[in-house]
């Protein structure tokens, strides 16, 4: 179907129109250079003291007279020589000044698409889009683009991508969403102060300087050890307050839509088809309100979470739309380890859980922290069985589960005979899900 | 497209062929490989260490050289052990690989998963007309490797499996 398609865009050759980013682009590592001098004086700032006096005006001018120029020159040259365009199948980027780079990116391949608005970017109207393909390391990305121009582009390579002809894949224009959820910013307050992580990095920042200073009374190991150690906590609240701050999930044909942020503003597409697994995290302290966490795989993502603090029948009811015909097994049905599982794994064999349903394998690790990792069958790269000499006295083994987002989910100390039985019976299942599964252009 | 069997077993015996696979050994040619790299490095360290002790602290310290003796002795035993626990089976629509004698482990990558087949021979393995075939799947921790393959078997074994990576390919 596909192939006589590339075969003709190959032989035509069709003059592409390739666009360039927003002008205010240059300016976007100007801050660099500030920082640097920056640093060097907080650095040493007796030596910054005594160069800053040395300096004359004439001096001074000079310089700026050299450097501003340079940077506007580079900057402009780079912003000047990075094309893309959007061909019928592919976008392409083409940068560098020195370096060339020229990157095709297939549409039918994208995982996600991101649009993502740090703090400066939203005062000038410019995004950022964000290409998350399987296989590269460094998301590709188009900074910047002009707001609007940035959610045109998305709603075009979302409808290219979902297989809309060529032609009125212009007009198709931005897939209409519906808010599923949105999460109340006191409840995400109170679910991070209910949250260990925060607690421990925050008592780590106050303890860990306070021994230090009555071991060494030095101001600079107290500040080296207090500074990176507050920025943590900072980073595991306040960052994490701000960064998932007014999360919301929306609906659309195009796949689920996140928006989040503050400060900056991220927003984010999934498209159908794409995850490979979610897990649903239930900490301690969360479980009393009965609030679950949701965090989700998408290969060549590093975006990882779907809802950062939610009720668990509102969670249960979005995995059931990012994983369409899923169901999330309830506690009940899950079936824990022998008994004798114990002897491998004391105390914390009672966490284990495992539940396959027609469309899910559902494993559960963790005694205080849950987490309940589901897997759909359509989605599993390879099963592996692993038993050792100690598991094997006990006649237990470990069913392993590889997906595409490389992650591995893995079901733990079943009975040796179960195990067996699931090995055979997970090939055969994800063999049956791939053949019912959406194909990757989910419009066609 | 189809996921059905293929054309050399017929489709009635087809579920029996799904629970008794048809396993495969590993030629012995890699058992010999590695019994004899044993044989060698280990047989030089204890002429070495033998010397060594004989010459500079007296001949009783000399018996430390039997450790490596008897390091080859069970090492000859596990490797044979190890070798004979290596299998693999091609089924009607994924690659079982079983091996492993304590620390069992039991793999099955379906055909449509894969994305690329890789048949790779050293040097030592080389000269002893061996070559591995190693299956790569989206995922980085399957980790699906066939060694010690005579080498026209290892490149039957990739034609095959990419034919039918081919014909049963799916998307991720």
């Not at chain 1, 592919?90 to 549409?107: K, Q, S």
């Not at chain 1, 114990?342 to 559902?362: E, H, I, K, N, Q």
């Not at chain 1, 897997?375 to 099963?383: G, T």
């Not at chain 1, 893995?410 to 019976?425: H, I, Y």
Request: aromatic share 6%; charged share 20%; glycine share 8%.
């Amino acid at each position: 179907m596909t192939t006589p398609g590339v075969d003709d865009a190959v032989r035509e050759r069709r003059p592409v129109a390739e666009r360039r980013l927003h002008p205010v682009t240059p300016l976007r590592r100007a801050w660099a250079p500030v920082a640097v001098l920056i640093g060097w004086a907080v650095h040493d700032p007796d030596q910054a003291q005594r160069h800053l006096t040395r300096l004359t005006t004439t001096t001074l001018l000079l310089a700026l007279a050299v450097l501003v120029p340079a940077a506007a020159l580079y900057g402009f040259l780079t912003w000047w020589f990075t094309h893309f365009a959007v061909t019928d199948s592919e976008l392409r980027i083409r940068t560098g000044l020195v370096f060339r780079r020229t990157a095709h990116i297939r549409l039918e391949r994208i995982q996600a698409i991101d649009i993502t608005q740090p703090l400066l970017a939203r005062v000038a109207g410019v995004s950022k889009l964000k290409l998350d393909v399987i296989g590269t390391d460094k998301k590709d990305e188009l900074a910047f683009l002009g707001a609007d121009e940035a959610r045109a582009l998305r709603a075009e390579l979302l409808a290219r991508a979902a297989g809309f002809a060529p032609e009125t894949a212009h007009e198709v224009g931005e897939a209409p969403s519906r808010q599923l959820l949105r999460v109340p910013p006191g409840v995400l307050a109170v679910s991070l102060v209910l949250t260990g992580a925060t607690w421990g990095t925050l008592a780590a920042a106050v303890v860990v300087p306070t021994v230090l200073w009555l071991a060494t009374e030095s101001v600079w190991t107290v500040l080296a050890s207090a500074v990176p150690l507050l920025g943590a906590a900072g980073a595991s609240s306040v960052g994490r307050f701000v960064a998932e701050y007014d999360w919301t999930v929306g609906e659309s044909p195009d796949g689920l839509r996140l928006d989040h942020g503050l400060l900056d503003r991220a927003h984010e597409t999934v498209p159908p088809g794409r995850v490979q697994t979610v897990r649903i995290v239930e900490p301690l302290l969360w479980r009393r309100r009965g609030w679950v966490r949701v965090e989700l795989d998408v290969a060549g993502s590093s975006n990882s979470v779907l809802l950062p603090v939610a009720p668990r029948e509102i969670a249960e009811s979005v995995v059931a739309r990012v994983l369409p015909g899923a169901t999330v097994p309830p506690r009940a049905s899950l079936s824990r380890p022998p008994r004798r599982a114990g002897r491998c794994m004391p105390v914390w064999w009672r966490g284990y859980g495992l539940s396959v349903t027609d469309a899910v394998f559902a494993a559960r690790t963790g005694l205080f922290r849950r987490s309940l990792s589901l897997v759909p069958h359509a989605k599993v790269q390879s099963v592996r069985l692993a038993q050792g000499p100690w598991e094997r006295l006990w006649g237990v083994a470990d069913v392993h589960l590889d997906t595409g987002a490389n992650k591995t989910v893995t079901a733990r100390l079943r009975d040796a005979e179960e195990a067996a039985e699931l090995l055979r019976g997970q090939a055969e299942r994800s063999r049956t899900g791939r053949k019912d599964a959406r194909p990757d252009r989910w419009m066609a | 497209m189809e996921t059905g069997s293929p054309e050399n077993t017929g489709t009635a015996g087809d579920d029996q062929a799904a629970a008794e696979p048809g396993w495969t050994g590993l030629p012995p040619g890699l058992l010999h490989m590695r019994r004899l790299l044993l044989v060698v490095w280990l047989g030089l360290l204890a002429v070495g260490l033998g010397l060594l002790l004989g010459l500079l602290a007296g001949p009783g310290w000399a018996a430390f050289a039997l450790l490596p003796l008897g390091l080859i002795a069970w090492g000859w035993v596990m490797l044979g052990r190890n070798w004979r626990s290596w299998r693999y089976a091609e089924r009607a629509d994924d690659l079982l690989i079983s091996r492993g004698v304590l620390w069992r482990e039991e793999t099955v990558v379906p055909y449509g998963r894969m994305q690329l087949v890789e048949v790779t021979s050293g040097p030592v393995e080389r000269h002893f007309g061996l070559a591995s075939v190693q299956l790569h799947t989206a995922a980085a921790a399957t980790d699906a490797t066939i060694p010690g393959l005579d080498p026209a078997e290892a490149e039957r074994l990739r034609d095959r499996l990419t034919e039918l990576g081919e014909a049963r390919s799916a998307g991720l």
